[in-house]
């Protein structure tokens, strides 16, 4: 150990004497810094040149780092750690959020119709009212009249005639409509069910404004109809501040990268221009989702690695195989407990997602694919499994499922087997743990929802982050829901299936920037490695369970640069 510890301290004197020559343009000092590199685990100062890190090492070492023009930071023994990176999120989708109605608190239908009747009378006659974050199960009560514990679309109307109203479900899988936006998006009686999606309709045959899985996409369709009424440059202004505000509220919340499950070309267009100009705050990693006879022509014209100084990557695919479970479109082997008629929704065409794979190893890109129920992920692992049969040579591809929730005993083992990355969100744990047992029953619940430690210890890579919007984008309620899997009940889901401390930390750090194969330049705090740095009031890896959610981002350090100070 003595000799260890030599060796530590020769390698900081030399770095020591490099930056004498070279001061650093920031030092953090006298804190607790966690690096997740084990040769070197613990650190009381570090510091910055440029946007790496050059060095780390005691407080009485950093004292030589310094320079005229050296930014120093006393952390006050706050806690560094390497920057959150959101595994899982909707980067653009969670800056719209932020400019239609907020559901999410809303307890009863009556509530949300509320919220709608105030922004019917703001808006003028034909502008659409949105809204995102409503979810059926977190009602203290059921509307009256209801189909399956949905409303009918005559409570929007009364309050709404003249606009049309899109409120899509927490999930992001549902959308509930007024009669305008029926008559927009040209849905009647008379209206077949699209593929993967379900126009719910009463006994009468009427719908009822509930569109299920891709049937949302009609009113979602009619909805940017009347947007195209904007200018192009009304259009990119708007595209602009809603990444502006994306950007603020992830660095908001320490987070220092987001994985950005899925955007359209023109986004990245937009994205690419930002990041060439510096103008993007946060780094992004970001999966297409665009349909195959969009994509085939241009995927080796999308595939960025690192532009505009490791602001912006480009290299993975997204496809969606099902639903989610609190709508019930999550695609399950058996049915659904509390709807025995219903086993849930294939959203898309396996085979479609076949071609997508062809064209994702073809481009050398990653594929990631939404599973959400049992069937969906063994639909998953299966296609993935062919593949990699048919590409022997291929190795290392880290193709991710992303969401992984609710899994057959069977399968669990096939993702470390497989090197299938399981990109999950702890939140969902404790925000869907109220309803699962009713969706699944407690043996299917037991055996797979949100096994975390059954990956683990299979040796499969877990992902951490929030699904933001769907979720709210803190990693630290998500690193809470983690390590407690507590419901707001006080009851413990599956108390044996919970993450240490460090395995969380992990899964927000080092984990997710392997699954994006950029663990040499992230997730832990090295020298050389980007300086990308979350600090915090408090130490969550050791403060009692209740004060994680008290703790505060003071910090949010970006390529050397404070990005966020609270």
């Given at each position: 150990?003595s000799?260890?510890?030599?060796?530590?301290?020769?390698?900081?004197?030399?770095?020591?004497s490099?930056?004498?020559?070279?001061?650093?343009?920031?030092?953090?000092?006298?804190?607790?810094?966690?690096?997740?590199?084990?040769?070197?685990?613990?650190?009381?100062?570090?510091a910055?040149?440029?946007?790496?890190?050059?060095a780390?090492?005691?407080?009485?070492?950093?004292k030589s780092?310094?320079?005229?023009?050296?930014?120093?930071?006393?952390?006050?023994?706050?806690?560094?750690?390497?920057?959150?990176?959101?595994?899982?999120?909707?980067?653009?989708?969670?800056?719209?959020?932020?400019?239609?109605l907020?559901?999410?608190?809303?307890?009863?239908w009556?509530?949300?119709?509320?919220?709608?009747?105030?922004?019917a009378?703001?808006?003028?006659?034909g502008?659409?009212?949105?809204?995102?974050?409503?979810?059926?199960?977190?009602?203290?009560?059921?509307?009256?009249?209801?189909?399956?514990?949905?409303?009918?679309?005559?409570?929007?109307?009364?309050?709404?005639?003249?606009?049309?109203?899109?409120?899509?479900?927490?999930?992001?899988h549902?959308?509930?409509?007024?009669?305008?936006?029926?008559e927009?998006?040209?849905?009647?009686?008379?209206?077949?069910?699209?593929p993967?999606g379900?126009?719910?309709?009463?006994?009468?045959?009427y719908?009822t404004?509930?569109?299920?899985?891709?049937?949302?996409?009609?009113?979602?369709?009619?909805?940017?109809?009347?947007?195209?009424?904007?200018?192009?440059?009304?259009?990119?202004?708007g595209?602009?501040?809603?990444?502006?505000?994306?950007?603020?509220?992830?660095?908001?919340?320490?987070i220092t990268?987001?994985?950005?499950?899925?955007?359209?070309?023109?986004?990245?267009?937009?994205?690419?221009?930002?990041?060439?100009?510096?103008?993007?705050?946060?780094?992004?990693?970001?999966?297409?989702?665009?349909?195959?006879?969009?994509?085939?022509?241009?995927?080796?014209?999308?595939?960025?690695?690192?532009?505009g100084?490791n602001?912006?990557?480009?290299?993975?695919?997204?496809?969606?195989?099902?639903?989610?479970?609190?709508?019930?479109?999550?695609?399950?082997l058996?049915p659904?407990?509390?709807?025995?008629?219903?086993?849930?929704?294939?959203?898309?065409?396996?085979?479609?997602?076949r071609?997508?794979?062809?064209?994702?190893?073809?481009?050398?890109y990653?594929?990631?694919?939404?599973?959400?129920?049992?069937?969906?992920?063994?639909?998953t692992?299966?296609l993935?499994?062919?593949?990699?049969?048919?590409?022997?040579?291929?190795?290392?591809?880290?193709?991710?499922?992303?969401?992984?929730?609710?899994?057959?005993?069977?399968?669990?083992?096939?993702?470390?087997?497989?090197?299938?990355?399981?990109?999950?969100?702890?939140?969902?744990?404790?925000?869907?743990?109220?309803?699962?047992?009713?969706?699944?029953?407690?043996?299917?619940?037991?055996?797979g929802?949100?096994?975390?430690?059954?990956?683990?210890?299979?040796?499969?890579?877990?992902?951490?982050?929030?699904?933001?919007?769907?979720?709210?984008?803190?990693?630290?309620?998500?690193?809470?829901?983690s390590?407690?899997?507590?419901?707001?009940?006080?009851?413990?889901?599956?108390?044996?299936q919970?993450?240490?401390?460090?395995?969380?930390?992990?899964?927000?750090?080092?984990?997710?920037?392997?699954a994006?194969?950029?663990?040499?330049?992230?997730?832990?705090?090295?020298?050389?490695?980007?300086?990308?740095?979350?600090v915090?009031s408090?130490?969550?890896?050791?403060?009692?369970e209740?004060?994680?959610?008290?703790?505060?981002?003071?910090?949010?350090?970006?390529?050397?640069?404070?990005?966020y100070?609270?």
């Amino acid at each position: 150990m003595s000799g260890q510890r030599g060796r530590l301290i020769a390698v900081q004197m030399a770095l020591a004497s490099v930056l004498v020559a070279q001061p650093a343009s920031l030092i953090l000092r006298n804190g607790k810094i966690v690096t997740l590199n084990p040769s070197a685990p613990m650190a009381e100062a570090l510091a910055v040149r440029g946007d790496r890190i050059a060095a780390l090492g005691s407080n009485r070492v950093s004292k030589s780092w310094m320079g005229p023009q050296t930014r120093v930071i006393d952390l006050h023994g706050m806690l560094a750690i390497p920057g959150f990176i959101e595994g899982h999120g909707h980067f653009t989708a969670m800056g719209e959020f932020r400019l239609g109605l907020d559901l999410r608190e809303a307890r009863t239908w009556d509530a949300i119709v509320a919220q709608v009747a105030g922004a019917a009378k703001l808006a003028t006659p034909g502008e659409w009212i949105i809204g995102r974050g409503w979810h059926q199960s977190k009602w203290d009560r059921a509307p009256e009249p209801s189909v399956e514990g949905f409303p009918m679309h005559a409570s929007l109307d009364a309050v709404s005639p003249n606009n049309p109203v899109l409120l899509t479900h927490a999930s992001g899988h549902a959308t509930f409509v007024n009669q305008k936006a029926l008559e927009a998006a040209g849905i009647t009686g008379a209206t077949l069910n699209p593929p993967g999606g379900e126009i719910l309709k009463d006994p009468k045959g009427y719908p009822t404004g509930l569109l299920r899985e891709t049937a949302g996409r009609l009113a979602d369709q009619a909805y940017s109809r009347w947007q195209t009424k904007r200018t192009p440059a009304e259009r990119a202004a708007g595209l602009r501040k809603v990444i502006d505000l994306a950007s603020y509220e992830s660095l908001s919340n320490g987070i220092t990268t987001f994985e950005d499950a899925g955007s359209p070309l023109d986004t990245v267009d937009v994205l690419r221009s930002m990041a060439a100009g510096q103008a993007l705050r946060l780094r992004l990693w970001v999966m297409l989702r665009a349909p195959n006879s969009e994509l085939a022509p241009a995927l080796d014209r999308y595939r960025i690695i690192g532009e505009g100084a490791n602001h912006l990557t480009v290299r993975a695919i997204k496809r969606q195989i099902d639903g989610a479970l609190g709508s019930r479109g999550a695609w399950l082997l058996d049915p659904y407990t509390d709807q025995p008629g219903s086993s849930g929704l294939n959203t898309e065409d396996t085979e479609d997602i076949r071609r997508t794979a062809e064209l994702a190893i073809e481009h050398g890109y990653q594929l990631a694919v939404h599973a959400i129920g049992d069937r969906a992920n063994r639909e998953t692992l299966d296609l993935y499994e062919q593949e990699f049969r048919r590409h022997p040579d291929q190795r290392d591809l880290r193709w991710r499922i992303e969401h992984a929730q609710h899994l057959s005993s069977a399968d669990i083992p096939r993702f470390a087997k497989l090197g299938v990355i399981a990109a999950m969100q702890g939140i969902h744990c404790t925000s869907d743990g109220p309803f699962v047992i009713l969706r699944l029953g407690p043996k299917r619940a037991e055996e797979g929802a949100y096994v975390w430690q059954k990956l683990i210890e299979t040796g499969a890579i877990v992902g951490n982050g929030t699904d933001a919007p769907v979720e709210d984008v803190s990693p630290l309620a998500s690193f809470h829901a983690s390590v407690s899997r507590r419901l707001k009940d006080g009851t413990v889901f599956f108390p044996n299936q919970r993450m240490s401390r460090e395995q969380a930390l992990r899964s927000y750090t080092w984990n997710n920037a392997y699954a994006a194969f950029e663990e040499k330049v992230k997730g832990s705090l090295e020298p050389g490695k980007l300086a990308d740095i979350t600090v915090l009031s408090r130490d969550i890896l050791t403060v009692p369970e209740d004060e994680i959610l008290a703790t505060d981002v003071v910090y949010t350090i970006v390529g050397g640069q404070v990005a966020y100070q609270r």
